[in-house]
T-cell receptor, first 109, second 117 residues
Framework: RKEVEQDPGPFNVPEGATVAFNCTYS??????FFWYRQDCRKEPKLLMS???SGNEDGRFTAQLNRASQYISLLIRDSKLSDSATYLC??????????FGAGTRLTVKP | DAGVIQSPRHEVTEMGQEVTLRCKPI?????LFWYRQTMMRGLELLIY????????DSGMPEDRFSAKMPNASFSTLKIQPSEPRDSAVYFC???????????????FGPGTRLTVL
């Protein structure tokens, strides 16, 4: 089993739609969690951290469920510019940073 | 700050040739990471350094790959001899490490797109 697993997609949604991605992790002692965004032919960049109580940044909401060992990312009112690959990132108790393979999102007009 | 700097940005070479990729991390970041990304395998961690010391090289595919970090501001990833299956984008990333490092962001360079013919 991979340490961090994501549905690769692609998710194809119309503008204005709400879309959610899930990510599961295998190390129950993992310490911190992030979502990174990677545009086509670019490097990954931090989108947002994921806090235990859940957190929101504009149209983006991240949730953590430690009991079930998954994190989620919800995008509301999706824009064309949200088209990208979203990478789930987990930092283990050994301070190792583990990336998921990414979920590809395409928002269409 | 210029961010993580990688060179070259593109490299096309022939099978059997030696390839050297270079990275300059962000000043003050003491963890440095080398990744490889392909469509088939996604983003793979090859090796990472902490304070210039290799900590985990379990992701290095085979003996043809080697990495060095002679000082805090420079690292190289070398492939010798190169093979067509090494074609990928190679990212270098850096991150500060310390007491609160679990929550520190990792910054990626723009990547080197390697094509081995």
């Amino acid at each position: 089993r991979k340490e961090v697993e994501q549905d690769p997609g692609p998710f194809n949604v119309p503008e204005g739609a709400t879309v959610a991605f899930n990510c599961t992790y295998s190390n129950s002692a993992s310490q911190s969690f992030f979502w990174y965004r990677q545009d086509c032919r670019k490097e990954p960049k931090l989108l947002m951290s994921v806090y235990s109580s859940g957190n929101e940044d504009g149209r983006f909401t991240a949730q953590l469920n430690r009991a079930s060992q998954y994190i989620s990312l919800l995008i509301r009112d999706s824009k064309l510019s949200d088209s990208a690959t979203y990478l789930c990132v987990v930092i283990t108790n050994n301070n190792d940073m583990r990336f998921g393979a990414g979920t590809r999102l395409t928002v269409k007009p | 700050d210029a961010g993580v700097i990688q060179s070259p940005r593109h490299e096309v070479t022939e099978m059997g040739q030696e390839v050297t990729l270079r990275c300059k991390p962000i000043s003050g970041h003491n963890s440095l990471f080398w990744y490889r990304q392909t469509m088939m395998r996604g983003l793979e961690l090859l090796i990472y350094f902490n304070n210039n010391v290799p900590i985990d090289d379990s992701g290095m595919p085979e003996d043809r790959f080697s990495a060095k970090m002679p000082n805090a501001s420079f690292s190289t990833l070398k492939i010798q001899p190169s093979e067509p299956r090494d074609s990928a984008v190679y990212f270098c990333a850096s991150r500060p490490s310390g007491i609160s490092s679990f929550y520190n962001e990792q910054f990626f360079g723009p990547g080197t797109r390697l094509t081995v013919l």
